[in-house]
């Protein structure tokens, strides 16, 4: 089946440093892969996504390539913010499995000055 | 403002009452989900809804049951739950159903069973 692992937060940042979250993904097809965000008391807004292999999505700063042969989608930003404080899912969608989005844990990021 | 508007924002309820969750949506999709969000584990998709016709159910219990009396509008009826349920219930649409437009997710409600 289909399965997302995500890095176990919290992560605590100084403001301005440099963010990786690990996730790694397995399926059975070829899925596209996605970032939500959830800040505190919101629902999930989609951060980025990518469809295919090497592809690369970004959004404000965030950035993630999906690598098939290592099956990862690493997200980073090269200077974090206080605002960027949220918990971070990493998903997939696999074209065979209509509908279903397959979530990680979720990481929580804290950003301080 | 997602577009995907749930209330209550927050519920607390004993294990022999009946509530239920509200969910609108005002973006015009036709597809629309509910999902739980327990502490440390993944978000787990209940159900799914497509042009009002449910067409996913998750292995739910029975004392989840959803309603969706037209494209715009999704409920979900709660009776006798345990506290294990106690949750965040997000609800969601797509234009889509199968994933190829993005999915809006609500604020949440979350739900505390004593």
């Known amino acids: 089946g289909n399965s997302v692992t995500q890095m176990e937060g919290p992560v605590t940042l100084s403001e301005e440093a440099f963010l990786t979250i690990n996730c790694t993904y397995t399926?059975?097809?070829?899925?596209?892969l996605f970032w939500y965000v959830q800040y505190p008391g919101e629902g999930l807004q989609l951060l980025l996504k990518a469809t295919k292999a090497d592809d690369k999505g970004s959004n404000k700063g965030f950035e993630a390539t999906y690598r098939k042969e290592t099956t990862s989608f690493h997200l980073e930003k090269g200077s974090v913010q206080v605002s960027d404080s949220a918990v971070y899912f990493c998903a997939l969608l696999d074209t065979g499995t209509a509908s279903k989005l397959t979530f990680g844990t979720g990481t929580r990021l804290q950003v301080t000055l | 403002e997602t577009g995907v508007t749930q209330t209550p924002r927050h519920l607390v309820m004993g294990m022999t009452n009946k509530k239920s969750l509200k969910c609108e949506q005002h973006l015009g999709h036709n597809a629309m989900y509910w999902y739980k969000q327990s502490a440390k584990k993944p978000l787990e998709l209940m159900f799914v809804y497509n042009f009002k016709e449910q067409t996913e159910n998750n292995s739910v219990p029975s004392r989840f049951s959803p309603e969706c009396p037209n494209s715009s509008h999704l409920f979900l009826h709660l009776h006798t739950l345990q506290p294990e349920d106690s949750a965040l219930y997000l609800c969601?649409?797509?234009?889509?159903?199968?994933?190829?437009?993005?999915?809006?997710f609500g604020q949440g409600t979350r739900l505390t069973v004593v």
């Open positions: 399926a059975t097809g070829y899925p596209s």
């Open positions: 969601a649409s797509s234009q889509t159903p199968d994933g190829s437009t993005e999915a809006f």
